[in-house]
Nanobody
Framework: QVQLVESGGGLVQPGGSLRLSCAAS????????MGWYRQAPGKERELVAS???????HYEDSVKGRFTISRDGAKNTAYLQMNSLKPEDTAVYYC???????????WGQGTQVTVSS
């Protein structure tokens, strides 16, 4: 079992920045992938960014060049630096971790990100 604690959401003006954190505990040796999905009202959940144990990253097209995902192995924590935020980035952001081959997936509690003037 893996437990995740998210932090860092909030309200920001367009063009602003936020950093999300996702701290993992428990069976952390089994974690291969860490990342975030987001879900806006009335929309399906979509993958925003992910990072695997070796450091390779993946981004959803609309956030490329604005968001950066990183991972601190010593702290078992992933970070999502979000810059140049747009109103369409408004959503609940869910941290997740997955084992190799995604045989197990664990979710954080979700954090609200609101981009509005």
């Amino acid at each position: 079992q893996v437990q995740l604690v998210e932090s860092g959401g909030g309200l920001v003006q367009p063009g602003g920045s936020l950093r999300l954190s996702c701290a993992a505990s428990g069976s952390i040796f089994s974690i291969y992938t860490m990342g975030w999905y987001r879900q806006a009202p009335g929309k399906e959940r979509e993958l925003v960014a992910s990072i695997i144990r070796g450091g390779s990253t993946h981004y959803e097209d609309s956030v490329k060049g604005r968001f950066t995902i990183s991972r601190d192995g010593a702290k078992n924590t992933a970070y999502l630096q979000m810059n140049s935020l747009k109103p369409e980035d408004t959503a609940v952001y869910y941290c997740y971790v997955a084992t190799l081959s995604s045989s197990s997936v664990y979710w954080g509690q979700g954090t609200q990100v609101t981009v509005s003037s």
